[in-house]
């Protein structure tokens, strides 16, 4: 698609597949055996929506500019009512809560499903088994009327690696990490996957569009993140002590996925109510792990958690952290 289907468009869009489909496919599949996948629906449409958020240390949904998190926020709540509103319509694959992830994608060149909120790595999944499989990648969809908010994320990135203190081989370990990060190593990566993994190195991607055979839907994808996700505050990088509170929190039970999910099989009957409530015991957990810090010598406080200056239509950068 040229441009990206709005929240309206989405739902009739899914209305117009099922109807079609007659029982034997349906306009939307979740993933939702797999709770964080109920998050990521909800966020992504949220935060696109206006409700700017971002993480730290595994705090998610937090609007940098108060310190404060934002789950029983309009945005969220509005796409929550989304979600239910697709379930409502008959548009969601029946058996989406007994599907991880895997399953989930295979949906769609079953033929069962039209569409998926997932993200590109299922590009190359679907082109080495399913090479006959015709399909299109789009941005989610964004708000009904208004420009869409960009999605701030973590500079550190999903996929974390890590060396054993008692590795022999930490110097070796070391040597690999650097060229990864290098814009020779980035470049590499992309090569190797085809532009399925991307680069937060401007040059490395620049240099990957200008030599490398990308592969064209990799390279849509690409652009899709060029065009709508911008970096967000570290706390860590602001205060190196704040790091400390990443070992106090102790997570939320209920957490953001498993609210979600209980809301979407009618569990919890009161949304507004129950986001509120996450939103409460975030905020109250937020707080009870930097005083844990600071009992242990930490110097952090809840001001560490506030940046004023954050604009989420742009990168927070090193002159943002220095004016604070």
């Known amino acids: 698609m040229s441009e990206p289907l709005s929240w309206d468009q989405l739902r009739d869009a899914a209305k117009k597949i099922t109807a ?14 797999q709770t964080p996948r109920f998050a990521a629906f909800i966020n992504g449409l949220a935060r696109m929506a206006g409700a700017a958020a971002g993480a730290s ?22 796409a929550v009512d989304l979600l239910l509103a697709l379930k409502a319509d008959g548009s969601i694959f029946p058996g989406s809560t007994s599907l991880n992830a ?11 499903a039209g569409m998926i909120l997932q993200g590109p790595w299922n590009i190359p999944e679907w082109q080495r088994d399913n090479p006959d499989f015709k399909f299109g990648v789009a941005s989610q969809p964004i708000p009904n009327t208004g420009a869409p908010t960009p999605l701030t994320y973590e500079e550190t990135g999903a ?33 190797a996957t085809g532009g399925n ?17 990308l592969d064209p839907l990799a390279s849509k994808a690409l652009a899709l993140f060029e065009e709508q996700l911008r970096v967000g505050p570290l706390v860590a990088i602001r205060n190196p002590e704040a790091a400390q509170v990443a070992f106090e929190r102790k997570p939320l039970t209920p957490d953001f996925g498993e609210i979600v999910q209980g809301i979407f099989t009618g569990q919890l009957s009161d949304p507004g109510s129950a986001m509120q409530d996450l939103q409460d015991r975030a905020d109250a957990e937020l707080d009870r792990a930097i005083k844990a810090a600071q ?14 200056n954050w604009d989420p239509t742009r990168d927070y950068t090193e002159e943002d952290y220095a004016a604070l």
Request: charged content about 15%.
């Open 20 to 33: 079609q489909g007659q029982g034997q496919y349906y306009g939307v599949v979740i993933e939702g055996k």
């Open 57 to 78: 240390f595994g705090f998610t949904e937090i609007d940098w500019r108060t310190g404060q998190h934002v789950y029983a926020s309009d945005e969220f709540l509005a």
């Open 102 to 112: 895997p399953q989930a994608r295979a949906q769609l060149p079953q033929g069962t």
């Open 159 to 191: 996929n974390v690696s890590w060396v054993y203190a008692q590795s022999p081989y930490k110097a070796i370990a070391g040597d690999m990490f650097s060229y990864m990060s290098s814009v020779e190593g980035q470049v590499a990566m992309m090569a």
């Open 197 to 213: 993994l991307g680069s937060i190195i401007p040059e490395a991607v620049q240099i990957a569009q200008d030599t490398l055979d």
């Open 295 to 308: 009992d242990k010598g930490a110097q952090v406080s809840r001001d560490d958690f506030v940046f004023p």
